[in-house]
């Protein structure tokens, strides 16, 4: 399966721990995106990168929250000190970067928070 | 204002019936649009690319209007498979933080049998 893979698929974690989320995208797509989506709500954009870049990190908390897509390896995005308000599903996408290109979404990893 | 605008439904039909989305967006920039899929609690999935001409893929037939800043989504002959969210997606000019991708919050529907 060539497709975008996020693990894991599900994260429990109690408050106060950290959460890491893996990414990788599809093959030869340089730039992924991650989401967040609360439930019964739709998707909120958090970051956008491509491979030892942010693009753009609008949507990322100011505090507790990084991501990083390194040279070689998944994308990460990292929550410190979890709260109960962090559990979501978070989706990452991934796209070729060139204008006018889809994006494909890996399958999410639910995030909760006890 | 938003960046992209759906109504967010129930759109409850029932099978057969013909169904229309509608979808603004505020950024006169944007480049390319989409329409994506997304049953509940699963990831969202690509359904098509909104092209310029307009375009179809069986059922389904999406419409560009960049005057109004509107997109569209048709769905003929509604299935009960069809029952889903349909988000509307937008993309700014390549390159840079305006490449991102931005959702609207998405339409339910619902297909009654």
């Known amino acids: 399966n060539a497709g975008v893979m996020q693990n894991p698929r599900h994260l429990v974690r109690r408050r106060g721990q950290e959460a890491r989320l893996r990414c990788s995208p599809m093959?030869?797509?340089?730039?992924v995106y991650w989401y967040r989506q609360l439930p019964e709500e739709g998707l909120k954009f958090m970051v956008y990168l491509q491979k030892e870049n942010i693009i753009d990190e609008s949507g990322m908390p100011k505090e507790r929250f990084s991501a990083e897509f390194p040279k070689e390896g998944p994308s990460i995005l990292r929550i410190q000190q979890v709260v109960r308000g962090d559990s979501a599903a978070y989706f990452c996408?991934?796209?070729?970067?060139?204008?006018?290109?889809?994006?494909?979404f890996g399958q999410g990893t639910r995030l909760t928070v006890v | 204002r938003k960046e992209v605008e759906q109504d967010p439904g129930p759109f409850n039909v029932p099978e057969g019936a013909t169904v229309a989305f509608n979808c603004t967006y505020s950024n006169s920039a944007s480049q390319s649009f989409f329409w994506y899929r997304q049953d509940c609690r699963k990831e969202p999935k690509l359904l098509m690319s909104v092209y310029s001409s307009g375009n179809e893929d069986g059922r389904f037939t999406a419409q560009l209007n960049r005057a109004s800043q509107y997109i569209s989504l048709l769905i003929r002959d509604s299935k009960l498979s069809d029952s889903a969210t349909y988000l509307c997606v937008v993309r700014g000019r390549g390159g840079g933080a305006t490449n991102k991708l931005i959702f609207g919050t998405g339409t339910l529907l619902a297909v009654q049998p």
């Open positions: 093959k030869g797509h340089s730039h």
């Open positions: 996408a991934s796209s070729s970067g060139q204008g006018g290109t889809e994006a494909f």
